[in-house]
């Protein structure tokens, strides 16, 4: 069996710090990694796949694999939107001998650590600042005033927990963000 076997990467960061731009990063780098595609009960993203950037599902589906167990670490992470890691998928992965790349907010990160303390990795990503984590909010064209607020106020929650995470990456520039990254998972996967 693999040594890869049960090793999980996470990587988490605020909306908007970059951290899915990193996850898309890594798997290119490495093709050991593959991405674990999280449950959410939020509408698509223009561009976004079913199955392949997410598994978009109604709240009541949610609810019933709350229910039946089926998740790694799941959150409300806004008003009324679930989002969680479905076992099967990391089963899956594991399956395949790769390793899962969680792309996962600070709260369900901690959570899996809590679960697998050891064949865990995490890292943290953080936007340079407050303005230009809400310009890149802006940017993305998806979000109403309300909806940005909302992801400002939980990334200055978020903030608060970064000492709980061994590896943090500051993205104020994407490549050095990138070589930083690519380094720590270098390591993990050697280990």
Known sequence: MSKQYNKIILITAPSGSGKTSIVNHLLKKFPSLDFSVSATTRQPRKNEKDGKH????????????????????????????????LKSDIERIWKENKVPVLDIDVQGAIHVQQQYPVNTIAIFVQAPSTEELKR??????????????????????EMTFKNHFENIIVNENFETACKEAEKIVDNFLKN
Do not use: C, P
């Open 54 to 85: 997410y598994y978009f599902i109604s709240e009541e589906d949610f609810r019933e694999k709350i229910h039946n167990k089926e998740f790694l670490e799941w959150e409300m992470v806004y008003e009324g939107k679930y989002y969680g890691t």
């Open 136 to 157: 890149r909010l802006e940017s993305r064209g998806s979000e109403t005033a309300d909806t940005l607020q909302a992801r400002l106020n939980k990334s200055s929650y």
